[in-house]
């Protein structure tokens, strides 16, 4: 599979019963996305994927970064850290 990101491949792994994904990418790093969240990136402006980019990279290392729907239209996307079991903060 491909990054939702970047675009280079990456490993990914399940999670949520089955509603997000843990990427593991080259480029970006580690982090987890939704699938809604991913779907929604896929449609958006490369400027976005690329700041979320940043994000990854930026997070702690023992954190990683989740990207999810926020459920706010002025605000489709929001992000929040975990550990790397899937823990929220």
């Not at 994904?21 to 580690?30: L, Y």
């Not at 990207?67 to 903060?89: F, M, Q, V």
């Amino acid at each position: 599979m491909n990054c939702p990101l970047c675009g280079a491949e990456a490993q990914t792994q399940e999670g949520d019963f089955g509603r997000r994904r843990v990427i593991a990418c080259r480029d970006c790093g580690e982090y987890a996305i939704t699938h809604a969240a991913a779907d929604r990136l896929a449609r958006a402006p490369k400027e976005w994927r690329d700041g979320y980019v940043e994000l990854v990279r930026s997070c702690p290392q023992d954190k990683r970064l989740l990207i999810r729907l926020s459920g706010d239209p002025a605000r489709p996307l929001t992000t929040e850290l975990e550990d790397r079991h899937g823990n929220r903060e």
